[in-house]
């Protein structure tokens, strides 16, 4: 019953919006920091964005700072990453996963995440 489904990636053109939703089942994301990862063709795993579960802080690469908004919808058990001014470099397959239970703070580091969903692949192309 434990899944996170990442939804809404797409084909969009550079300076697009797209809005990936990330839905829990089987767990509270509340209890977690919940973080949004991409991973282009032939490069490692990177942080994008993170909302913690204590304080509701928020982290995000610089690449994305000022594009990109994370957010949460407790009642809905969702996270949303709203991804705006879409450049090529975007390109890549996004993940959503949740830190190890007990870790509720942010950190782009991916080995720290117990679970993962399964990806939605995000293309911006012109």
């Known amino acids: 019953q434990l899944q996170l489904v990442e939804s809404g990636g797409g084909l969009v053109q550079p300076g697009g919006s797209l809005r990936l939703s990330c839905a829990a089942s089987?767990?509270?994301?509340?209890?977690?920091?919940i973080g949004w990862f991409r991973q282009a063709p032939g490069k490692e795993r990177e942080g994008v964005s993170c909302i913690s579960s204590s304080d509701g802080s928020i982290n995000y690469a610089d690449s994305v700072k000022g594009r990109f908004t994370i957010s949460r919808d407790i009642n809905k058990n969702t996270v949303y990453l709203q991804m705006n001014s879409l450049k090529p470099e975007d390109t890549a397959v996004y993940y959503c996963?949740?830190?190890?239970?007990?870790?509720?703070?942010?950190?782009?580091?991916?080995?720290?995440?117990?679970?993962w969903g399964q990806g939605t692949q995000v293309t911006v192309s012109s």
């Open positions: 996963a949740r830190r190890h239970l007990g870790s509720g703070k942010c950190t782009g580091w991916a080995p720290s995440y117990d679970y």
């Open positions: 089987g767990f509270s994301l509340g209890y977690y920091a």
